[in-house]
């Protein structure tokens, strides 16, 4: 078992260079199964959720080769397979994107029911309602979905909630569907235009991401040719932003793109930091404890949810007594019982927490509970006086690049260790 030893009390100073999104690598290797040809991803991010998802695509039939850690070139000419191995799918939550982009491809596609990140209840009622108005028969049995439908034809949709991974779902079962397919009340973040200009950089014609309506024009083909660099990772970005304010830092973060940071910035603005921002490039300054903040969470350009554990941290320090109202996972403040074993004063009751600032925190022994919340970890213990140890790896691995070579480059003292 692997550990991080973090000897806490430095502020965080230098550059650090943002990877690109783990959100939109999920979904744009599945949707290269749309192909019948070669493609190269650049701006990979090296993460074990990545390298998940190849192992996947291997194992029905993709051709994948590594031309630099973050860089491949995938053949998906001769697919064989419609049945995902369950055992792998079961264990993370964006194997969901099979679903569409298999169904797409294939019209017939089997799966583990997605797993992922304990963040409460997950249900993909959108997704399915999205693939059956396609022309879908769906069905949920001992823990597999299997989808098969003899074609798709475009209609309209109208999610009743705004989700990500329905509204991604569904533009990956559309794109080569007969007609026109309308999804309104879509999700806007980021990895959805971003998965969209993939698409359409492949051949496809998907009009509108990153607005409430998405307009699909179903093609015949995706031939594949093109090189596409993923976009940079906004969480995290996020995580360093709220690093460098947890740990009165100075912090440039590079090849970002501050558009997609302006909740964030807003927030980081309000707790008292300074923002500086040139082109692809924010610079974070904290030169004393943060202000008290209130935080809601909501979908883009809303404040992101993957971004409410590493922000709380910087509320358990700050001057004051802050609420972070939670409102898209219902399980998202395991975290929290974490920082009061390092001295924070915080209340978690259903949706919202209560954070009384203290002065500092003191370093202990933690758990990462899921991918965010172990981010925020590292942070926390950073910021503390003292020694934390930081557990369960495999969450943080999932998501952020040599995430301690990052933080170490920037004057943190950690180690992983084996156990
Ligand atoms: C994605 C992100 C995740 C992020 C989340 C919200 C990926 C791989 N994961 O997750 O990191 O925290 O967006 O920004 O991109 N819901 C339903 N029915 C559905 C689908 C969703 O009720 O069919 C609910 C969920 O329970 C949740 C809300 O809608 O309360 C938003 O979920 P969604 O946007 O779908 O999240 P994911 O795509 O799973």
């Given at each position: 078992m692997e550990k991080l030893v973090i000897t806490g009390g430095t502020p965080l100073k230098g550059e650090v260079t943002i990877s690109g999104a783990k959100n939109a690598a999920v979904a744009i290797l599945p949707a290269?199964?749309?192909?019948n040809g070669i493609c190269r991803i650049e701006n990979?991010?090296?993460?074990s959720d990545v390298k998940l998802y190849c192992e996947i695509l291997e194992k029905i039939g993709a051709k994948i080769t590594w031309i630099t850690k973050n860089e491949i070139t995938i053949d998906?000419?001769?697919?064989?397979?419609?049945?995902?191995?369950l055992d792998i799918t079961r264990k993370?939550?964006?194997?969901?994107y099979l679903i569409g982009s298999m169904l797409g491809r294939c019209k017939n596609v089997q799966v583990g029911l997605p797993g992922g990140c304990n963040l409460g209840a997950r249900p993909i009622d959108q997704h399915i309602k999205g693939f059956e108005a396609l022309g879908a028969n769906v069905e949920v049995t001992q823990g597999n979905i299997t989808a098969s439908a003899k074609k798709l034809v475009g209609t309209s949709i109208y999610m009743d909630i705004v989700s990500v991974g329905a509204t991604i779902n569904v533009m990956l079962a559309s794109v080569l569907a007969e007609g026109t397919t309308i999804i309104d009340n879509a999700a806007k973040e980021p990895h959805i235009v971003d998965v969209a200009n993939f698409l359409n950089t492949m051949g496809a014609d998907i009009r509108g991401?990153?607005?409430?309506v998405i307009k699909i024009n179903g093609v015949k083909e995706l031939k594949g040719g093109s090189t596409y660099s993923i976009v940079p990772d906004q969480i995290e970005a996020g995580t360093f932003m709220f690093a460098a304010m947890a740990t009165k830092g100075d912090i440039t973060i590079k090849n970002c793109i501050t558009k997609h940071l302006e909740s964030i910035t807003a927030k980081v603005i309000e707790m008292g930091g300074t923002v500086e921002e040139s082109g692809d490039t924010l610079r974070i300054k904290c030169t004393k404890r943060p202000n008290k903040a209130n935080i809601k969470t909501l979908p883009y350009?809303?404040?992101p949810t993957d971004l409410q554990p590493q922000a709380g941290v910087v509320l358990s320090i700050a001057d004051g007594t802050s609420t972070i109202n939670e409102?898209?996972?219902?399980?998202?403040?395991?975290y929290t019982q974490e920082l009061c074993k390092m001295g924070a004063k915080i209340t978690a009751q259903g949706k919202s927490a209560f954070f009384e600032g203290v002065k500092s925190l003191s370093g202990a022994p933690v758990c990462s509970t899921d991918l965010r919340a172990g981010a925020a970890l590292i942070i926390a213990g950073i910021a503390a006086n003292g020694k934390t140890e930081v557990y369960n790896l495999e969450h943080i691995d999932r998501g952020y690049e040599n995430i301690e070579e990052k933080f170490r480059s920037l004057g943190a003292k950690i180690e992983r260790v084996s156990e």
């Open positions: 290269t199964l749309l192909i990979l991010p090296n993460i998906t000419r001769d697919i064989c397979c419609t049945k995902a191995p993370f939550r964006a194997s969901y991401a990153g607005t409430d350009p809303g404040f409102s898209i996972w219902e399980s998202r403040f395991q």
